[in-house]
């Protein structure tokens, strides 16, 4: 028997090892960041339309995963033409639940800026799924010391948009003029500076409207459809409603309170 060479032997094993070996995964491309078109062509679908809020305030009994994702349901049997969601474990569950663009926030706390406070929270809403990011745009100092014009630039780098929560017309033309891609008149009356009504702020859509170019979204104490549509008589591309939809336990104590007698 001829004796087999060691080394040749050596090269045979290596060579198999090294064809069984399977190719590396390959390397996800980066998102690219949202383009003109892409703002563009989110924002037609929303013209005109309802953005259905789907939050619950922490100790609400409606505060739990699933049933916010069957809220969103509700909302797209409804008619509704986009979803507002908190927390990046909701935002990723009703993304993969609907088939309609998810506006993504992470409220971190109660005090000063807290909607989306910071980059982090921002691309870990973006990270969720989330076609577009919502987040406070006042003149307040922000908790990580960012601008909010950083945050977009990160934003927007992860292949998302921005919807900028104001309470102010200056503060919707800064975040205009920054790079958000929506204004909403969200944080009126609930930031110092701004009127403290029962309705919506549609004076200051009305003034939105007529100063920047971006879609301007009527968000804040929207109760019933007639305020809705008057929104958009005064200059809103969209009308984001909450409470008055998706929160019974608000719902309840409006009509308790109602029928309570001295």
């Not at 989330?130 to 010391?145: E, H, L, N, S, Y």
């Not at 919707?172 to 009504?197: K, R």
């Amino acid at each position: 028997m001829t004796a087999q060479d060691p080394t040749a032997a050596r090269r045979t094993t290596d060579a198999q090892e090294t064809t069984n070996t399977p190719p590396p995964a390959p390397v996800p491309e980066p998102s690219p960041a949202p383009g003109p078109a892409s703002a563009r062509e989110l924002a037609d679908s929303l013209r005109g339309r309802l953005i259905v809020s789907c939050q619950a305030p922490p100790g609400d009994p409606m505060r739990e995963t699933g049933t916010l994702v069957r809220l969103a349901r509700s909302a797209v049997a409804g008619g509704g033409a986009a979803i507002r969601a908190n927390e990046p474990e909701v935002v990723a569950a009703i993304v993969a639940a609907v088939d309609l663009p998810v506006i993504g926030l992470w409220k971190d706390g109660d005090e000063g800026v807290y909607i989306t406070p910071t980059v982090r929270h921002a691309l870990a809403v973006a990270g969720a799924g989330a076609a577009v990011v919502a987040a406070d745009a006042t003149d307040r100092p922000r908790p990580d010391g960012s601008s909010f014009a950083e945050l977009v630039t990160a934003v927007h780098g992860a292949g998302a948009l921005v919807m900028a929560d104001v309470a102010t017309l200056a503060e919707g033309v800064a975040a205009a003029a920054q790079g958000a891609d929506f204004v909403s008149t969200t944080l009126s009356g609930y930031v110092p500076g701004s009127p403290e009504q029962t309705g919506p702020d549609l004076d200051l859509v009305a003034a939105l409207a007529a100063a920047i170019d971006v879609p301007v979204v009527a968000e804040g104490r929207v109760n019933t459809p007639e305020e809705a549509a008057e929104a958009l008589d005064r200059g809103a591309h969209s009308v984001v409603v909450g409470t008055a939809i998706t929160a019974p336990t608000a719902l309840t104590a409006r009509f308790v309170a109602g029928l309570t007698r001295p």
